[in-house]
């Protein structure tokens, strides 16, 4: 097993909780992450290339859900952007990718009888986000679609400060370009049902 795999197992093993018509759910591979941030000359994108995701879901009677467990896996050295291996080595730099490789996302507070509007769900998750040794809770608004109950597709978004993290904010061309602290995690996956209780 290798890491990611290790830390997605291991939330749904600290969640203790198991529930007769539950879902556990693994992130699609085809799904997109993107990191959006500026700086003093242009705005900038990069892409997380490799991440590992899963979820833990009951569905009740009424077509709500409860949602147990879920958490979100980024290898920071999969982190790419199109301006070149220049940024992204700094990327990596700044996130400290040789001792903490991947950045976690894992709720802390399960939802429950979570209700449909229009043609999806809206959900505020509350979890603890670890980027570069530094965990701090978060609160990301995510919309969950689905036409059943073994797939689903979820987005949403995260705002954090680099400085929150300890990351000094990358800089290039000699110190000219200077990255604004302020990113933007946006998130687009398909989770699919693995097994069913």
Known sequence: MNIVTNMIGAVFLLSGYCACGQYNYSL?????????????????????????????????????????????????QSIKSKKGSVMDEKTHKALKSEKYPVIEFALTTPLRSVLAYANGYAVTASGNLSIAGV???????????????????????????????????????????????????????????????
Not at 151 to 156: D, F, K, L, P, S
Not at 170 to 197: C, H, S, W
Request: aromatic share 10%.
């Open 28 to 76: 699609f591979e085809d799904h997109v992450i993107k990191i959006h941030g500026s700086s003093n000359i242009r705005d900038w994108t990069e892409s997380v290339q490799k991440a590992s995701g899963g979820a833990s879901i009951s569905w009740n009677n009424d077509g709500s859900f409860d949602l147990n467990a879920s958490s979100l896996v980024m290898v920071v």
């Open 135 to 197: 965990t701090r809770p978060v609160q990301i608004r995510v919309k969950l679609f689905t036409t059943g109950r073994r797939r689903i597709v979820a987005e949403g978004s995260c705002q954090i400060n680099m400085l929150d993290y300890g990351i000094d904010p990358p800089a290039a061309l000699f110190g000219m370009l200077k990255v604004t602290e302020d990113i933007t995690i946006q998130f687009r996956g398909l989770f699919i049902a693995n097994d069913y209780y």
